[in-house]
């Protein structure tokens, strides 16, 4: 009776054991699964914090660089000056 007993209380601990395990190894793959996409998010956070700071100092250019507007707005907008006149040259596929 005793060795049944020993073996029922065995057979427990092993089942709780192995429970344990499996618990914890599906919390382990998903604590992974947060670490990576939490990796993702910060490169993409870098990224759009960089593309930021970028497009801010387009914007003070614009605001307080009279040559660099300039440069913008002939290029973007295609405009020119009273006195000068503008050529616009088709580009062709074939040569």
């Excluded at 593309?51 to 040559?67: K, V």
């Amino acid at each position: 009776m005793e060795w049944v007993l020993r073996g029922f209380l065995l057979a427990a601990i092993v089942a709780v054991t192995v429970f344990l395990f499996v618990a914890g190894w599906r919390r382990f793959q998903e604590f992974q699964q947060f670490r990576e996409r939490e990796v993702q998010l910060v490169e993409r956070i870098s990224a759009q914090r960089t593309e930021f700071a970028r497009q801010q100092e387009y914007h003070r250019r614009l605001l307080n660089d009279p040559a660099f507007l300039e440069a913008v707005v002939r290029d973007r907008l295609g405009y020119v000056r009273d006195e000068e006149l503008l050529f616009r040259f088709e580009e062709s596929g074939e040569e």
